[in-house]
């Protein structure tokens, strides 16, 4: 079952050391450890909309939700605005970081459909400061479905494995298998 938390860990993995932000990435449930370090990355899932493949079958949906991707960045303040020119660069260069690194990340393509939007926009910081701070908001759909196990976990014992012996005749060898469960698919 693909959740968008589970999407957006993925993201937060496929963005560590691939930006200038390097390991400044962070998401709602570990941004208190950061440092205050710039340029720093917060990564969290904000929209989630889901459309229902119909009324016959089990309930399954086509669902998209929105990576969103805050890059921060500063910049020392210097002469003819060329501080915040810096952050405006520096800014741009992260956004496509951003997307490259998520867009192309191994480990989330094979849990989406497409990517059917991305967007982004820049927030200014001040304009007459001696720190220049700034961020762009990287904004990325994911579209995923969730099937009825997303929906109704059984309860129970999960499978181990299987045994199985088939009765031959007297004298002939039988035939035994055992298939160890859960199996990996690759």
């Not at 086509?62 to 003819?80: F, W």
Request: glycine share 8%; no cysteine; aromatic share 8%.
């Amino acid at each position: 079952m693909t959740t968008s938390n589970q999407l957006r860990d993925i993201a937060v993995q496929a963005l560590i050391s691939t930006t200038d932000a390097a390991a400044n990435v962070f998401s709602p449930r570990d941004q208190p450890s950061w440092d205050g370090e710039y340029p720093v990355l917060f990564v969290t899932v904000d929209d989630e909309d889901g459309q229902s493949f119909g009324r016959s079958g089990s309930p399954a949906f086509t669902v998209t939700a929105t990576l969103r991707v805050e890059a921060r960045a500063e910049s020392p303040g210097a002469a003819s605005d060329a501080g915040a020119a810096a952050l405006r660069v520096q800014l741009e260069t992260l956004r496509d970081q951003i997307k490259a690194a998520v867009i192309n990340y191994s480990g989330l393509m094979p849990l989406l459909q497409q990517f059917p939007f991305f967007r982004t926009r820049f927030v200014p910081g001040p304009p007459e400061a001696e720190q220049h701070v700034g961020s762009a908001v990287v904004e990325i759909g994911m579209e995923f479905v969730q099937g009825p196990e997303a929906f109704y976990q059984a309860s129970g014992t999960p499978l181990q494995g299987i045994d199985v012996t088939v009765v031959e005749p007297e004298g002939t060898t039988e035939p035994y298998f055992s298939i160890d469960l859960p199996q990996s698919i690759s």
